[in-house]
Protein backbone atom coordinates (compact mmCIF):
# COMPACT_ATOMS: atom_id res chain seq x y z
CA UNK A 1 0.00 0.00 0.00
CA UNK A 2 1.31 3.28 -0.76
CA UNK A 3 2.40 5.79 1.84
CA UNK A 4 3.36 9.21 2.89
CA UNK A 5 7.21 9.43 3.67
CA UNK A 6 8.87 11.80 5.74
CA UNK A 7 12.30 13.01 6.93
CA UNK A 8 14.08 13.02 9.17
CA UNK A 9 12.33 11.22 11.81
CA UNK A 10 13.99 13.76 14.76
CA UNK A 11 15.43 17.17 13.72
CA UNK A 12 17.26 18.77 16.86
CA UNK A 13 18.13 22.57 16.04
CA UNK A 14 19.29 25.43 17.91
CA UNK A 15 16.84 27.79 18.73
CA UNK A 16 17.09 30.97 15.48
CA UNK A 17 18.03 28.07 13.01
CA UNK A 18 16.33 27.59 9.85
CA UNK A 19 15.12 23.57 9.51
CA UNK A 20 13.36 22.08 6.53
CA UNK A 21 11.34 19.39 6.74
CA UNK A 22 10.61 17.08 4.39
CA UNK A 23 7.22 14.94 2.47
CA UNK A 24 6.66 12.82 0.01
CA UNK A 25 3.04 12.22 -0.71
CA UNK A 26 1.44 9.38 -1.96
CA UNK A 27 1.84 9.99 -5.75
CA UNK A 28 -1.23 10.49 -7.15
CA UNK A 29 -2.39 12.70 -4.41
CA UNK A 30 -2.90 16.43 -5.35
CA UNK A 31 -3.83 18.37 -1.96
CA UNK A 32 -1.00 18.26 0.50
CA UNK A 33 -1.41 19.40 4.08
CA UNK A 34 0.84 20.42 7.16
CA UNK A 35 -0.10 19.84 10.73
CA UNK A 36 1.44 20.54 13.97
CA UNK A 37 1.24 18.47 17.23
CA UNK A 38 2.78 19.32 20.67
CA UNK A 39 3.63 17.32 23.12
CA UNK A 40 0.63 15.81 24.49
CA UNK A 41 -1.80 18.31 22.82
CA UNK A 42 -4.33 17.81 20.11
CA UNK A 43 -3.18 17.85 15.77
CA UNK A 44 -2.99 21.68 14.61
CA UNK A 45 -3.68 22.20 11.34
CA UNK A 46 -1.22 24.51 9.36
CA UNK A 47 -1.35 25.04 5.91
CA UNK A 48 -3.00 23.12 2.90
CA UNK A 49 -1.52 23.21 -0.58
CA UNK A 50 -2.86 22.58 -4.11
CA UNK A 51 -1.75 23.21 -7.86
CA UNK A 52 1.33 24.84 -6.88
CA UNK A 53 0.24 27.52 -3.91
CA UNK A 54 -1.31 27.21 -0.63
CA UNK A 55 -5.13 27.14 -0.54
CA UNK A 56 -5.56 27.56 2.93
CA UNK A 57 -3.61 28.42 6.37
CA UNK A 58 -3.86 28.64 9.61
CA UNK A 59 -3.04 31.68 12.16
CA UNK A 60 -0.34 29.26 13.24
CA UNK A 61 1.24 29.57 9.94
CA UNK A 62 2.80 33.01 9.86
CA UNK A 63 5.73 34.68 7.91
CA UNK A 64 8.50 32.23 9.63
CA UNK A 65 6.57 29.32 7.94
CA UNK A 66 6.80 28.19 4.32
CA UNK A 67 5.67 25.70 2.20
CA UNK A 68 7.56 24.41 -1.30
CA UNK A 69 6.85 21.57 -3.88
CA UNK A 70 10.57 22.13 -5.62
CA UNK A 71 10.11 18.91 -7.51
CA UNK A 72 7.11 16.35 -8.78
CA UNK A 73 7.46 13.97 -5.78
CA UNK A 74 8.87 16.25 -2.81
CA UNK A 75 6.57 18.85 -0.18
CA UNK A 76 8.65 20.42 2.21
CA UNK A 77 7.96 23.08 5.04
CA UNK A 78 10.68 25.60 5.71
CA UNK A 79 10.78 27.44 9.59
CA UNK A 80 13.00 30.20 8.89
CA UNK A 81 14.23 31.27 12.40
CA UNK A 82 12.99 28.51 15.08
CA UNK A 83 11.23 29.50 18.57
CA UNK A 84 11.75 27.05 21.57
CA UNK A 85 7.72 26.88 21.11
CA UNK A 86 8.41 25.33 17.57
CA UNK A 87 9.45 22.37 19.15
CA UNK A 88 6.49 19.32 18.14
CA UNK A 89 6.12 16.50 15.76
CA UNK A 90 5.01 17.90 12.06
CA UNK A 91 2.53 15.66 10.48
CA UNK A 92 2.66 15.88 6.63
CA UNK A 93 -0.83 14.18 4.87
CA UNK A 94 -2.28 14.34 0.96
CA UNK A 95 -5.31 13.10 -0.56
CA UNK A 96 -6.32 11.99 -3.64
CA UNK A 97 -8.52 14.29 -5.38
CA UNK A 98 -9.19 18.16 -5.01
CA UNK A 99 -12.89 17.26 -4.20
CA UNK A 100 -14.05 18.67 -0.99
CA UNK A 101 -15.60 14.80 0.56
CA UNK A 102 -12.47 13.88 0.23
CA UNK A 103 -10.82 16.25 1.91
CA UNK A 104 -11.12 14.28 4.98
CA UNK A 105 -9.88 10.86 3.67
CA UNK A 106 -5.85 12.24 4.57
CA UNK A 107 -2.78 10.14 4.50
CA UNK A 108 -0.62 10.78 7.34
CA UNK A 109 3.05 10.04 7.35
CA UNK A 110 4.70 9.15 10.40
CA UNK A 111 5.81 12.92 11.30
CA UNK A 112 8.93 14.75 12.33
CA UNK A 113 10.17 15.46 15.48
CA UNK A 114 11.26 18.76 15.91
CA UNK A 115 13.09 20.00 18.67
CA UNK A 116 14.41 23.26 19.49
CA UNK A 117 16.92 23.79 21.74
CA UNK B 1 -14.85 30.75 17.04
CA UNK B 2 -16.54 27.66 18.24
CA UNK B 3 -14.25 24.39 19.37
CA UNK B 4 -14.83 21.13 18.08
CA UNK B 5 -15.05 19.34 21.60
CA UNK B 6 -14.80 15.78 22.80
CA UNK B 7 -14.92 13.77 26.16
CA UNK B 8 -10.80 13.92 27.20
CA UNK B 9 -11.02 10.20 28.18
CA UNK B 10 -12.96 7.17 28.03
CA UNK B 11 -12.69 3.71 29.49
CA UNK B 12 -13.81 0.33 28.28
CA UNK B 13 -13.32 -3.31 29.19
CA UNK B 14 -12.67 -6.00 25.82
CA UNK B 15 -15.17 -6.87 24.03
CA UNK B 16 -17.43 -3.79 24.66
CA UNK B 17 -19.45 -1.09 22.71
CA UNK B 18 -17.60 2.40 22.85
CA UNK B 19 -19.56 5.36 21.46
CA UNK B 20 -17.29 8.86 21.48
CA UNK B 21 -19.14 11.84 20.86
CA UNK B 22 -17.82 14.98 18.92
CA UNK B 23 -19.70 18.53 19.60
CA UNK B 24 -19.32 21.33 16.72
CA UNK B 25 -22.08 23.79 16.53
CA UNK B 26 -20.15 25.59 13.95
CA UNK B 27 -19.61 23.12 11.19
CA UNK B 28 -19.99 24.27 7.28
CA UNK B 29 -22.98 23.61 5.41
CA UNK B 30 -21.05 21.25 2.91
CA UNK B 31 -18.22 19.80 5.23
CA UNK B 32 -18.27 16.26 5.99
CA UNK B 33 -17.23 14.50 9.41
CA UNK B 34 -14.42 12.43 9.93
CA UNK B 35 -12.91 10.75 12.33
CA UNK B 36 -8.99 9.50 12.78
CA UNK B 37 -7.36 7.37 15.14
CA UNK B 38 -4.17 7.59 16.60
CA UNK B 39 -1.14 5.84 18.32
CA UNK B 40 1.60 6.93 20.26
CA UNK B 41 4.39 8.67 17.88
CA UNK B 42 2.64 8.13 14.69
CA UNK B 43 0.12 9.77 12.57
CA UNK B 44 -3.69 10.11 12.44
CA UNK B 45 -5.54 7.20 10.38
CA UNK B 46 -8.84 7.51 8.68
CA UNK B 47 -11.71 5.81 10.20
CA UNK B 48 -14.46 6.68 8.65
CA UNK B 49 -16.59 9.68 7.33
CA UNK B 50 -20.16 10.66 7.00
CA UNK B 51 -21.73 13.96 5.93
CA UNK B 52 -25.32 13.15 7.96
CA UNK B 53 -27.55 9.98 9.04
CA UNK B 54 -25.55 6.90 10.00
CA UNK B 55 -21.97 5.66 8.09
CA UNK B 56 -20.71 2.22 8.74
CA UNK B 57 -17.82 0.41 7.35
CA UNK B 58 -15.58 -2.36 8.75
CA UNK B 59 -14.39 -1.10 11.50
CA UNK B 60 -17.02 1.59 12.80
CA UNK B 61 -20.44 3.71 12.46
CA UNK B 62 -20.92 6.77 12.81
CA UNK B 63 -23.83 8.68 13.68
CA UNK B 64 -24.95 12.32 12.68
CA UNK B 65 -28.06 13.63 14.03
CA UNK B 66 -29.87 15.90 11.63
CA UNK B 67 -28.73 19.28 12.72
CA UNK B 68 -24.94 17.93 12.31
CA UNK B 69 -23.56 20.15 15.34
CA UNK B 70 -22.46 16.56 16.94
CA UNK B 71 -21.16 13.14 15.82
CA UNK B 72 -20.59 10.03 17.43
CA UNK B 73 -18.29 7.65 16.71
CA UNK B 74 -19.50 3.79 17.76
CA UNK B 75 -16.81 1.18 18.09
CA UNK B 76 -18.99 -1.92 18.25
CA UNK B 77 -16.30 -4.39 20.12
CA UNK B 78 -13.19 -2.95 21.28
CA UNK B 79 -9.85 -4.96 21.73
CA UNK B 80 -6.76 -3.80 23.61
CA UNK B 81 -5.22 -2.59 20.54
CA UNK B 82 -8.03 0.15 20.24
CA UNK B 83 -6.15 2.04 23.03
CA UNK B 84 -5.60 5.06 21.40
CA UNK B 85 -6.76 8.72 20.58
CA UNK B 86 -9.70 9.45 18.42
CA UNK B 87 -10.34 12.41 17.02
CA UNK B 88 -12.96 13.75 14.98
CA UNK B 89 -12.12 16.45 12.15
CA UNK B 90 -14.52 18.97 10.58
CA UNK B 91 -14.43 22.16 8.51
CA UNK B 92 -14.60 25.53 10.39
CA UNK B 93 -18.13 27.21 9.64
CA UNK B 94 -16.84 30.46 9.50
CA UNK B 95 -13.47 30.19 7.93
CA UNK B 96 -13.68 26.56 6.30
CA UNK B 97 -10.44 25.59 7.75
CA UNK B 98 -9.82 21.89 8.73
CA UNK B 99 -10.38 21.80 12.95
CA UNK B 100 -9.43 18.54 14.80
CA UNK B 101 -11.14 18.09 17.99
CA UNK B 102 -9.68 18.02 21.28
CA UNK B 103 -9.39 14.31 20.80
CA UNK B 104 -10.42 11.53 23.33
CA UNK B 105 -7.95 8.52 24.69
CA UNK B 106 -9.80 5.30 25.08
CA UNK B 107 -8.44 3.17 27.07
CA UNK B 108 -9.14 -0.49 26.95
CA UNK B 109 -8.32 -2.86 29.86
CA UNK B 110 -8.61 -6.76 29.96
Known amino acids: EPEVTQTPSHQVTQMGQEVILRCVPI?????FYWYRQILGQKVEFLVSFYNNEISEKSEIFDDQFSVERPDGSNFTLKIRSTKLEDSAMYFCASIRTGGRADSYEQYFGPGTRLTVT | LAKTTQPISMDSYEGQEVNITCSHNNIATNDYITWYQQFPSQGPRFIIQGYKTKVTNEVASLFIPADRKSSTLSLPRVSLSDTAVYYCLVGEGATNKLIFGTGTLLAVQP
Open chain 1, 27 to 31: SNHLY
